[in-house]
């Protein structure tokens, strides 16, 4: 039987944020996997909780949360109602808030549900939270065993042109539109700062000469929000990688929200049946 518990968490600037483990009680436990969502993502999107429960089926314990300033609220939710804590999210804070979950796995929840295997912990980080799961596997001590990204950019803040970054310095504040709610969510130029002293930290060129464990990457050939190019880099620094190529598949790997499916889309199929592969 699956399983589902929920908690709440503090992350970076002791914000609190949402979490929920999928797990099953079976004999057999794999390890715990970690999931990041990315920009304008949140833990309940389209069909991340199927994609919870098939992992579930085979083994592993499923760990999803919301970062803290991702735009969520505490509860249950597909509305950005913080836009506030949206407006000041970085990397570093994303950072922050996996450690938080790690720390949860490591101290606490073998207490909580001591069947479940706190030994293995893999993480897996979908577009930007690909790079927040790549940072932080290269700059914190951590027991982490493996990584995975799904349609991951080799750089984050690629899209932010000249003329963009022109009229964030001088409104002091910059909007991207969220496509599915309409809302135009607010960029505080407070990031932007963050993102000129600290580009060393969060350079992915570094993070490949550092990360010590196995690492796949997964893109699909029609994405069209992180182009191939950005697997092509990513392939290229992060040489000692597993990579795998799902054709045709869009940077959601063929999900939606709602997602009113009730079997998994075939690319996120593939998606996970790999990374599975992959953590085993």
């Known amino acids: 039987m699956i399983l589902n518990r929920k908690f709440i968490l503090e992350?970076?600037?002791?914000?609190?944020?949402?979490?929920?483990?999928?797990?099953?009680?079976?004999?057999?436990?794999?390890?715990?996997?970690?999931?990041?969502?990315?920009?304008?993502?949140?833990?309940?999107?389209?069909?991340?909780?199927?994609?919870?429960?098939?992992?579930?089926?085979?083994?592993?314990?499923?760990?999803?949360?919301?970062?803290?300033?991702?735009?969520?609220?505490?509860?249950?939710?597909?509305?950005?109602?913080?836009?506030?804590?949206?407006?000041?999210?970085?990397?570093?804070?994303?950072?922050?808030?996996?450690?938080?979950?790690e720390q949860f796995i490591v101290n606490e929840l073998p207490t909580i549900l001591p069947i479940i295997n706190t030994d293995k912990i893999f993480i897996i980080g979908h577009s930007k939270g690909g790079v927040s799961a790549l940072l932080y596997c290269t700059q914190y001590d951590t027991k982490i065993k493996k990584v995975c990204t799904w349609a991951s950019p080799f750089d984050f803040h690629r899209s932010w042109n000249s003329k963009f970054i022109d009229k964030w310095r001088a409104d002091g504040v910059q909007y991207i539109k969220n496509a599915r709610t309409n809302q135009m969510m607010p960029l505080d130029i407070s990031v932007l700062n963050d993102l000129d002293n600290n580009k060393e930290i969060y350079s992915l060129v570094n993070a490949s000469q550092q990360l010590q464990i196995p690492y796949l990457i997964i893109q699909g050939t029609n994405d069209q929000a992180v182009k191939m190019e950005e697997f092509n880099l990513l392939k290229k620094y992060f040489s000692k990688a597993k990579t795998h190529v799902i054709d045709d598949a869009n940077h959601v790997f063929g999900g939606?929200?709602?997602?009113?499916?009730?079997?998994?889309?075939?690319?996120?199929q593939e998606l996970v049946r790999v990374t599975k592969d992959f953590f085993l």
């Open 11 to 101: 992350g970076a600037l002791q914000q609190k944020f949402a979490m929920d483990l999928t797990y099953s009680e079976s004999q057999d436990q794999k390890g715990v996997i970690v999931f990041c969502h990315g920009f304008k993502g949140f833990k309940d999107w389209g069909c991340w909780q199927m994609v919870a429960d098939y992992f579930v089926d085979n083994g592993f314990a499923f760990l999803k949360f919301n970062f803290s300033h991702n735009g969520m609220g505490l509860e249950d939710s597909v509305e950005f109602n913080a836009l506030d804590k949206f407006a000041t999210n970085t990397l570093g804070k994303e950072m922050q808030d996996i450690q938080s979950v």
């Open 256 to 268: 939606s929200h709602p997602y009113e499916g009730s079997d998994l889309p075939e690319h996120t």
